[in-house]
C-alpha cells in the first residue's frame, strides 16, 4: 500500500492585508497498513505564509492541493524520512521488540 496523506486541520487569519481567511498552519496525518493490519503513523504540522503563488480563497482549497502544500514545505529528505518512519512502525508491529504480560 501507499502512505495516505489527511489533513487534520488548519488555521487561518481572518484578514492579512485585502486577503481574507489565509491559512497559516495545517495539521497533517500520514499513515499506512499492511494486508495484515499493522500500522505506522506520523502527525506534524507547517506553518504557510502568503508568498509569490496565486492566493486560492479557503472555500476553494481541496485537501489534494493542502497536502501539496504540505509535501513542498516538507521537502524531498524529510519526506523519506517520514516515509521510512512509518515503514519502521509497520515492520516493528510485524515483529515487536518489546513484549507485554506477566510472568504468572
Known sequence: MAITWQIKRMLRDATQGDK????TRITWKAYESDSNGNTGARIGQVDLELGSQPFIKFDDITE???IS???????DDQLKLIENDIKAQIAENKSPNIKEGVSW
Open 20 to 23: 481574507s481567511d489565509v491559512v
Open 64 to 66: 489534494a492541493k493542502a
Open 69 to 75: 502544500w504540505i509535501k513542498e514545505k516538507i521537502g
